[in-house]
Antibody, heavy 119, light 107 residues
Framework: QVQLQESGPGLVKPSQTLSLTCTVS??????????WSWVRQPPGKGPEWIGY???????YSDPSLQSRAAISLDTSKNQFSLNLTSVTAADTAVYYC???????????WGQGALVTVSS | DVQMTQSPSSLSASVGDRVTITCRAS??????LNWYQQKPGKAPKLLIY???NLQSAVPSRFSGSGSGADFTLTISSLQPEDFATYYC?????????FGQGTKLEIK
């Protein structure tokens, strides 16, 4: 059974960089069958897709984030990460990591990590 | 970006009821449509993928249909554990986008 777990600071100051890591267990992020994704959910709102990465290093992030988001892999640790620069209060959300199967469906999710942007 | 619109935004129903939730895309997405269930404080859970395929271990009272731009999620006989928020998501193009959600409440 694949499990994903987010980790990182719960509080980030405005204009700084939000950094989160997702540790995958029960499966390898080097598998050619899956992509690995980040999704966030602002308080009281629906999920927002941030982007995904493939084990060969190809990544895609939502253009609406204006190039602030970067997703990377650490295959030696079976982890992938999200860096979101120049954060504002609008980036306050629960951040989820998830596995993408068949390029299309988010079939396993982490429990989520609340990140608050505040001074 | 493909916009996803769900209706209704909220719905009250009773245990045993048949419930249908609708999702409309701003363009054709063929059958690249997934449905998720989310309970408070929990991550979304995949129910239906590719419009009509039941994810493993999901009860058969859940079903999905549709193609092109119009889709439905049906729960044939509501159970107490089904009261939650439901989201559709398109996987036809990037960025992937979600609907705004349908909150299913107990009547």
């Amino acid at each position: 059974q694949v499990q994903l777990q987010e980790s990182g600071p719960g509080l980030v100051k405005p204009s700084q960089t939000l950094s989160l890591t997702c540790t995958v267990s029960g499966g390898s992020i080097r598998s050619s069958d899956y992509y690995w994704s980040w999704v966030r959910q602002p308080p009281g709102k629906g999920p927002e897709w941030i982007g995904y990465i493939y084990y060969r290093g190809y990544s895609y992030s939502d253009p609406s984030l204006q190039s602030r988001a970067a997703i990377s892999l650490d295959t030696s640790k079976n982890q992938f990460s999200l860096n979101l620069t120049s954060v504002t209060a609008a980036d306050t959300a629960v951040y989820y990591c998830a596995r993408v199967a068949s390029v299309t469906k988010l079939d396993y999710w982490g429990q989520g990590a609340l990140v608050t942007v505040s001074s | 970006d493909v916009q996803m619109t769900q209706s209704p935004s909220s719905l009250s129903a009773s245990v045993g009821d048949r419930v249908t939730i609708t999702c409309r895309a701003s363009q054709s997405i063929y059958t690249y449509l997934n449905w998720y269930q989310q309970k408070p404080g929990k991550a979304p859970k995949l129910l239906i993928y590719a419009a009509s395929n039941l994810q493993s271990a999901v009860p058969s009272r859940f079903s999905g249909s549709g193609s092109g731009a119009d889709f439905t999620l049906t729960i044939s006989s509501l159970q107490p554990e089904d009261f939650a928020t439901y989201y559709c998501q398109q996987s036809y193009s990037t960025p992937r986008t979600f609907g705004q959600g349908t909150k299913l409440e107990i009547k």
